[in-house]
């Protein structure tokens, strides 16, 4: 059976009985949304973040107009598959309340978005794996069709929107991408799941970890949990000492 | 039309290490000196802000602008070459003081080995250990280590070179300028574990500054403050040895020595009257998109391994080598190096975030021919070393090999093993084979029409041999080393252009006795042109299992005095 038929067949049983009971495409649904209402309207999304605490602090960049979005659903799918990634939990906040996805708005507004720093020259080819990115599309446009294929498979799959889906669906259909089951409707030199899937999660990295200056890594948070001290001038005083040491964090904004 | 420009003595075609220490010694003997840089200028009062991973080590801020210019590539030649759209397995450098700015500082001297690889392979194991029936192409270097020796100590003096002695290395005739760098916790383990092994660790030569040093030629340099940015970054602090912070001042102080920004050099003139030498240079001024002819009665090629090879491939000066036939020398013996290492997890936490690009120690014996090889699949090996060079947290995600590469596991094994492994890590040099070469690419051009340089490359059957026996040592050491969970890696694919693996490639311009097999002669002089040097690791014959810039930097020094002899007498180097 061809991935597409796959697809069909499942689509087809959720329209039907509107109960899916997994299994077919992995096995990792069962259970988890027996009785799930499709009609439910997407949560509320709008992340708790550090802006209403006192972490904030030299480079926090809390702005949450879009540069490049132009509607709140699109940074709320990107949202919740980045918080997927980069989930919230005993350790700290997860990608959404640290602003990743504000983080990507930023970037793909900018030289990021459109490769401004990369070959961009056509003939485009499919080329092996050992000859890396080979598309002609910059990321604006990845990330667009990426969006409208997120929402697309979890209509098929659930007759909702990705951002509406519960955390193990969402899994579901991350896991899709990255395994390359599905089909982006562009051809392989084009755009692949797996090339968006991988795109996404080192954005989702990136926004977690960068300087906040860039709008994500909102106090510092991401930094605190791995215990990254950032802009620090010297370390000469305390790297030979047998300690092991948690030091403030500092942006590269710090001082100015 | 472009413009022809008042003579110089010396051109030099980039602006770095090579460029700066040849502009350096040229100047201070007199001769009028202009260097063509295609970037723009630069210097600490840029890099004041500098630690900021995402810019400088995620998005390559200090890095080749690859849209305007970048290379093609293939496994094989039965493959379509397809452009390397970003970069990833290596990072090109670009402006005043190229890939010498963003460099790390650990500055190895090759091993007399390497120099003479080929005859003293043949002298302990016989002919047949060479491998040349499988395609592999070991070969002298046309100058011994001894020979070379002044220009390694020319070099270390002027970067203030940190270091103990090596038992295993070749010879010093001076010692180290400055005292090793911070015994830190990691390496003291990593030292005390291999050493108890009857291995020879030591600290790692370091051109990050252990004291203020101030060099020969009068530049001074400050200590190092171990603030964790050094690899893609530049230093704030002058504490690191690059061009900008030696010789490029030093050539500057002369008054010899101009430096022309934005000057992107297209070709190299071959003179009308006398095809033994060149008159010049074709350069596009990148702003102003107008065309100058530089002339100059000698010319240096100092840019990174692809363009020094392109300069001349598209100037049709030397005959591009064929595969096939093996004919032609220019492009021949392209190398890059592998990794072999292993992982340890240990429940102590270590200061990881904090370090210096050369802060390591490292050991010799699994490197060159210092164990035998009489029962191995493979010539050479690899220095083995722990660094630590700070782990910065966007690209430090480290997990077991079955952990998910996303999700709730990934986040909690990530933050916990940011802090509690070290990795010990064998450099692995690469045998030369006769399908790895560099041509030109027909269907891709750059920002100036000029054809992409095509890169056809693959690691060889003695590369993953020994890049695995290396691995395995690694492990034995970490075993030692009182780890919890050691995972070593797995044996290696195929070359893959997109993982970063080292900015270490090699050849394509090689050095040689012989004009059947190389390019230029022992003084980086090229074979078909009398005035003509061009010098870099596109000189290396093979690479070996070092970082290569101390090895750069002393054929610079070596071609500097060979550009001075050649402005007095002309002719010949080698007669």
Known sequence: MSKDEKRFSRRDFLKTTGVATGGILGGSLLGGFIGYNFDQSPPATEPETAEHGEEASGGDNHHTGYLFFTKHSDRETIEAAMERIFPEDDLGPGAAALGAAYFLDGQLAGDYGSNTKEYMQGPFYEGSATQGYQSRLNRREYFTLGILKLNEVANEEHDADFRALEPEQMDEILTLFQEGEVDMGVPAHTATAPEFFGLLRTATLEGVYSDPIYRGNRGMEGWKMKNFPGHQMAYIEQIDDGEFHEIDPQSVAEGH | MAETLDKVDVVTVGVGWTGGIVAAEAAKAGLSVVGLERGKNRGTEDYQHVHDEYRYAIRYE?????????????NTRDERALPMRRMGSFLLGENVGGAGTHWNGQTWRFLPYDFEIRSLTEERYGEDKLG???????????????????????????????????????????????????????????????????????????????????????????????CAFCERFACEYDAKSSPETTVIPTALE?????????????EVLTDE????????????????????????????????????????????????????????????????????????????QFNTFMGAGALGAGLDDYNGDEFDHSDLDFLHGGNIAVTQ?????????????????????????????????????????????????????????????????????????????????????????????????????????????????????????????????SVVNNWMQHWDRDNLFVVGAGNFPHNSGYNPTSTVGALAYRCAEGVITYSEDGGRLED
């Open chain 2, 62 to 74: 200090l890095m080749q602008d690859t849209s305007k210019e970048t290379i093609t590539f293939r």
């Open chain 2, 132 to 226: 040349d029936d499988k395609g592999y192409r070991w070969q002298d270097w046309g100058i011994t280590y001894d020979e070379l020796e002044p220009y390694f100590t020319q070099f270390d003096l002027t970067i203030g070179l940190a270091g103990e002695e090596n038992p295993l290395g070749g010879s010093r005739s001076e010692p180290f300028p400055t005292p090793p760098m911070i015994e830190t916790p990691m390496l003291k383990l990593f030292k005390d574990a291999a050493n108890g092994m009857g291995l020879h660790a030591h600290m790692m030569p370091s051109a990050n500054m252990t004291q203020q040093y101030t060099n020969p030629d009068g530049q001074t340099l400050q200590p190092c403050q171990y």
């Open chain 2, 389 to 517: 060079t700070g782990s910065r947290p966007i690209a430090t995600n480290i997990t077991r090999p079955d952990t998910p590469s996303w999700g709730a596991e990934f986040k909690k094994e990530t933050i916990e093993n940011y802090t509690r492994t070290i990795r010990v890590q064998g450099q692995c040099a690469t045998t030369p084979h006769k399908d790895n070469y560099l041509d030109i690419d027909e269907d891709y051009t750059d920002a100036y029409g000029l054809p992409l340089v095509q890169l056809t490359y693959n690691f060889t059957d003695s590369d993953r041999v020994r890049t695995k026996y290396l691995a395995d040592r690694c492990g034995e050491i970490l075993e030692e080393m009182g780890a919890n969970e050691i995972v070593v890696d797995e044996e290696i694919g195929d070359y893959d252009i997109v993982p970063y693996q080292s900015t270490h490639n090699t050849g394509g311009t090689v050095m040689g006795d012989d004009p059947e097999t």
């Open chain 2, 254 to 266: 002369t008054g010899n020595f101009d430096i022309r920004t934005q000057a992107n050099v297209v």
């Open chain 2, 273 to 348: 009257d006398d095809d033994s030498l060149v008159s010049g240079v074709r350069y596009i001024d990148t702003l102003s998109g107008e065309e100058f002819i530089q002339p100059a009665d000698i010319v240096v090629l100092n840019s990174y391994v692809f363009n020094n090879y392109k300069l001349l491939r598209v100037s049709d000066i030397g005959e591009q080598y064929d595969p096939e036939t093996e004919e032609g020398t220019l492009g021949r013996n392209y190398g890059y190096q592998t990794f072999g290492g292993a992982r340890g997890f240990f429940d102590t």
